[in-house]
């Protein structure tokens, strides 16, 4: 009998966590490969995308120059009234400020990377298309003729869902 | 001299700081996908360039007004009908006389207002593309026996030349 008491002193084994450095790593390493700075800033503006299916994937995030457009939020809406604005970087913007902020993105790009340049357009989708098309005609203006609207991926009768 | 044995360091606070970085990236990553649609515009206008003349009947005509009502030529409808009626137009070949004379002349016409929604814009356009992409990949089928997207550059050019994506764009008051 005393034999077999003697076991039962050491109680359960702890688990070794000796490889739980090694999980929290292999999750870090996902996380740190996945994220993109966020180089857009500080949101101040309600956009909620449309949904379409013929949607191509934007490769190089480095390369592409964004406009969002939408409503101001609850915070701004005091100062810059409810009707739709530009967004560019981090501070409200008018139309014709697209063009200059196209061409500066432009020349802080290398040479061979600047046929490249996609402009993408991220409104809201209830915003007017007067809006859309003043930015689209600045854009014509300084020739950056390549538009991305961005959308949400997704049938387009779930825009026409209540 | 008495050899001291060589202690090993805890590791056990590893993890922590492994979980303190983890945590960070976790709160600022921004997983957005970014899809969108393609769209090129036409170059800035060229005064010393005169306009194209273009049959009316090559021209699929669809008016959005200010409460997102669609007409195409003339007829009243919805985002849902868009795909078909496009590519009836596209290939209609000359077999209606009031409808297109071949896909290579077929242009799509856009008209909305300023009050027309972005949404309904992006729906109709996204119809079109549709359209499109289901004609260029049936084309590429019947000629290579492949999808256009499994064919080389030079094939798909083929297949854009005759299937060729003409939508203009216009603003009504």
Redesign the interface.
């Known amino acids: 009998m005393g034999k077999f008491s003697k076991k039962k002193d050491g109680g359960t084994p702890a688990i070794s966590t000796a490889s739980l450095p090694d999980i929290v790593f292999m999750l870090l390493f996902f996380f740190m490969v996945a994220t993109v700075m966020r180089e857009s800033g500080e949101k101040k503006l309600i956009v909620k995308m449309p949904s379409a299916d013929q949607v191509k994937k934007i490769e190089k995030k480095g390369l592409v120059a964004f406009i969002n457009i939408g409503e101001p939020i609850k915070k701004y809406q005091a100062k810059y009234g409810s009707e739709p604005r530009i967004q560019i970087e981090d501070a409200f913007a008018s139309a014709t400020d697209v063009g200059p902020y196209v061409l500066k993105f432009k020349a802080s790009k290398r040479d061979e990377e600047k046929p490249l340049i996609i402009t993408s357009i991220k409104a809201d989708e209830n915003v007017g298309m007067g809006i859309i098309s003043d930015v689209k005609e600045e854009l014509r203006k300084v020739n950056a003729l390549k538009v991305n609207y961005s959308t949400n991926k997704g049938s387009v009768l779930k825009n026409f869902e209540k | 001299m008495a050899k001291r044995k060589l202690e090993e360091i805890n ?2 606070s ?2 922590d700081i ?2 303190l ?2 945590i960070f ?2 709160v ?17 206008p060229d005064p010393s360039v005169d306009i194209p003349v273009i049959k009316m009947k090559n021209v699929l005509e669809i008016v959005i007004n200010g409460q997102d009502k669609m007409l195409i030529e003339e007829k009243p409808a919805t ?2 009908d868009v795909k078909k009626i496009a590519m009836d137009f596209i290939t209609n070949n000359g077999k209606d006389p009031s409808s297109s004379d071949n896909p290579q002349k077929a242009v799509i016409s856009i008209k ?12 109709v ?3 079109l ?2 359209a499109y ?1 289901v004609l260029r990949n049936k084309y590429a089928q019947k000629k290579f026996g492949k999808s256009f997207d499994q064919l080389t550059e030079e094939q798909q050019k083929t297949v854009k030349d005759f299937y060729p994506q003409k939508i203009a ?1 216009s ?1 009504t008051k």
Do not use: D, W
């Open positions: 590791a056990g590893m993890a492994a979980f970085l983890l990236f976790l600022t990553t921004t997983m957005e996908s970014n899809y969108g649609i393609r769209r090129k515009l036409p170059p800035p985002v849902k909305q207002m300023r009050e027309t929604s972005y949404k309904e814009y992006i729906s356009y996204n119809e593309i549709s992409n764009e603003m």
